[in-house]
């Protein structure tokens, strides 16, 4: 059984960073090792649908932001550890969200319906 399981979210006032992440464990129906899985972090505010935040290729090499976070958002993976981040610095309240990764095999996109596994959300506020 698949678990992602995000922490690292809270309460922080605009202008404040917070680190993400994103523990996987378990065994994958396609019995890839996660270190073969794209890795992506979605966020979804209330009264909004989910949105694309960040994806990172299994390897690492490959990055992509929402245009919203870019430069402020930094996305990395430790596959030794199976454990992906998201780093958030310059956080402004309208990243107020939860935040949610996910897993998709041998796959980086923007899209949600490509992912696999799902993690079950960190909540991030962020005051003004």
């Known amino acids: 059984q698949v678990q992602l399981v995000e922490s690292g979210g809270g309460l922080v006032q605009a202008g404040g960073s917070l680190r993400l992440s994103c523990a996987a464990s378990?065994?994958?129906?396609?019995?890839?090792?996660?270190?073969?899985?794209?890795m992506g972090w979605f966020r979804q505010a209330p009264g909004k649908e989910r949105e694309f935040v960040a994806a990172?290729?299994?390897?690492?090499?490959?990055?992509y932001y929402a245009d919203s976070v870019k430069g402020r958002f930094t996305i990395s993976r430790d596959n030794a550890k199976n454990t992906v981040y998201l780093q958030m610095n310059s956080l402004k309240p309208e990243d107020t969200a939860v935040y949610y990764c996910?897993?998709?095999?041998?796959?980086?996109?923007?899209?949600?319906?490509?992912?696999?596994?799902w993690g079950q959300g960190t909540q991030v506020t962020v005051s003004s």
């Open positions: 378990g065994r994958t129906a396609s019995g890839r090792p996660f270190s073969t899985y794209g």
């Open positions: 990172i290729r299994w390897s690492g090499a490959y990055t």
């Open positions: 996910a897993a998709a095999l041998l796959s980086m996109t923007t899209e949600s319906a490509g992912y696999d596994y």
